[in-house]
């Protein structure tokens, strides 16, 4: 099973589950559903377990990118829902992650801590899989779902929301949209060779932005409609026929 979907807040399923899959690592268990379209298997993996009941700083980031990688899967597309503090990016826009600012604060961020394997860092000049993003982009010129731009990912430890002044630094430091899950979600696909590609829906102007209301608290209601559209988007794409040889991602390993 070379291709994989995580899905996260607000989407929970992607089509027929065709059945559920539990995958033991080091880490911890992980519970995936396997979806067949068109003969192929595609896995599913909601980020915050079924029903939304793991909070973005509790999430096992390892468990889940490992458990992917030791079923096979090299292609992944991910959904996350964000806020926007980019006055372009309006709720319910789609809107593709290329870049991201980490401020997460106590995650585990990697598979590589020293000992036997020595010292290894990651070249983060690519985080997102370029190549996944341009079959991205021609399924959606194909399906006419419009696509409203690129963003760079502020990524925050949560649970709680930023405040004005923290969300008027992000954008002096060129953040586009504030999540709190896509680090170390990217990082570790890229530890371990894996292609990934992340899609923003915007769900909220960020805190201190949109002056006439807050609507943080309509997050599931603003990404109405939408998310189907991505994933099937992604499934589009996940049946490509796609490789690594167009990207870096699974050769951006240094070791010293
Ligand atoms: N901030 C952080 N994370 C989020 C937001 C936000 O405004 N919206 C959705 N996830």
């Known amino acids: 099973m070379e291709k994989a979907i995580i899905g996260g807040t607000g989407v929970y399923d992607v089509g027929e589950e065709t059945y559920i899959k539990m995958v033991n690592t080091e880490y911890g268990e992980v519970q995936v559903e396997v979806v ?4 192929e298997e595609i896995v599913f993996l909601p980020r ?3 029903g939304h009941s793991v909070p973005p700083h509790l999430i096992n ?30 709720p319910g826009d789609i809107v593709v992650i290329s870049d991201f600012i980490d401020f997460t604060k106590s995650r585990p961020m990697t598979f590589y801590e020293g000992g036997k394997e020595g010292v290894i860092h990651t070249d983060m000049s690519d985080p997102y899989c370029k190549n ?21 990912y502020v990524c925050t430890e949560g649970p709680r929301f930023e ?18 899950t896509n680090v170390p979600e990217v990082v570790l696909a890229k530890e371990l060779g894996m ?25 599931a209601g603003a990404m109405e409609g939408k998310k ?11 049946l490509e026929e796609l490789n690594q040889e167009n990207c870096t991602c699974n050769s951006s390993l240094i070791k010293l």
Not at 36 to 39: E, H, R, Y
Not at 205 to 219: A, F, K, Q, S
Not at 228 to 238: G, Q
């Open 61 to 90: 980031y390892r468990a889940n990118m490992k458990a992917l990688s030791e079923l096979g899967v090299k292609y992944i597309y991910a959904t996350v829902a964000v806020g926007s503090m980019n006055e372009n990016y309006v």
């Open 36 to 39: 067949k379209v068109k003969g």
């Open 228 to 238: 189907e559209l991505v994933t099937n988007l992604f499934i589009n794409a996940l």
């Open 163 to 180: 405040t004005a002044s923290e969300i008027k630094m992000y954008r002096k430091l060129g953040g586009d949209v504030v999540g709190m």
């Open 132 to 152: 996944l993003r341009n079959v991205f982009y021609s399924m959606a010129k194909r399906e006419n779902v419009p696509i409203k731009g690129e963003g760079v």
């Open 195 to 219: 292609c990934y590609q992340a899609v923003g829906i915007i769900s909220n102007w960020c805190t201190g932005v949109e002056p006439t209301g807050i609507t943080i608290h309509d997050i």
């Open 48 to 50: 915050h377990g079924k």
